[in-house]
């Protein structure tokens, strides 16, 4: 089946530092890319929309000056978060849509997620 | 603005009960409905899907329901298991060429007991 491949699983720094996080689609070409935000307790919170080569469609709200996406090929999108602050610490999970999907999950494949602390 | 909600933030089953998760929605553009189970620190883990042109699907131990004239959406398992404790999502997909973005509701944290 479609996997999709985050990295790191985990992640400290120090205010001010960036950090950066991957998303792989491992056997499938992805065209489109989504990155989600979870506070504790919360929802899956849409950051923003990357398609391959072309600018990523952030959601109201969102910083795309802090939050930087490159989505540069088809099996890889990174955000990197710059500048981070003890208020950017979150879950961040990355989402994989393969374009020729024939499951039921319409093709989306999400990743692991990265827990992002900022100290 | 939450387009996609659901109402109970969590829900206690007896093993071998049904558990009944519910959603409702505001948009009616939304043409797939998926259902996904978290846990903490982990990426959702699809479980089933629902078109908005049906009204029920079947798999295993999950059904899921839609009524689109009340914008509600539900999602049954039986026989529940210990397994099965987790926190549910359900999620809309959006009808409107905005790259088929996904909306996630609320969720329902899920605990089955023995």
């Known amino acids: 089946g479609a996997v999709v491949s985050q990295h790191p699983s985990r992640v400290i720094c120090k205010s001010g530092t960036s950090v950066k996080i991957e998303c792989r689609s491992l056997?499938?070409?992805?065209?489109?890319m989504f990155w989600y935000r979870q506070f504790p307790k919360q929802s899956l919170m849409l950051m923003a929309t990357?398609?391959?080569?072309?600018?990523?469609?952030?959601e109201q709200g969102v910083e795309k000056d802090k939050f930087l996406i490159n989505h540069a090929s088809l099996t890889l999108s990174t955000l990197t978060v710059t500048s981070a602050h003890p208020e950017d610490s979150s879950f961040y999970i990355c989402?994989?849509?393969?374009?020729?999907?024939?499951?039921?999950?319409?093709?989306?494949?999400f990743g692991s997620g990265t827990r992002l602390t900022v100290v | 603005d939450q387009q996609v909600k659901q109402n109970s933030p969590s829900l206690s089953v007896q093993e071998g009960r049904i558990s009944i998760l519910n959603c409702d929605y505001t948009?009616?553009?939304?043409?797939?409905f998926l259902w996904y189970k978290k846990y903490p620190a982990e990426g959702p883990t699809f479980l089933i899907s629902?078109?908005?042109?049906?009204d029920k699907n079947e798999d295993g131990r999950f059904t899921v329901f839609l009524n689109k004239s009340a914008k509600h959406l539900s999602l049954h398992i039986v026989p529940s298991q210990p397994g099965d404790s987790a926190v549910y999502f359900c999620?809309?997909?959006?009808?409107?060429?905005?790259?088929?973005?996904?909306?996630f509701g609320t969720g329902t944290r899920l605990q089955v007991t023995l």
């Open positions: 989402s994989a849509r393969d374009p020729f999907w024939d499951r039921s999950n319409y093709g989306y494949t």
């Open positions: 629902i078109s908005s042109i049906k």
């Open positions: 990357s398609n391959e080569g072309s600018k990523a469609t952030y």
């Open positions: 948009n009616s553009m939304f043409d797939y």
């Open positions: 056997d499938f070409q992805a065209t489109t």
């Open positions: 999620a809309a997909r959006g009808d409107t060429g905005t790259a088929s973005k996904l909306t």
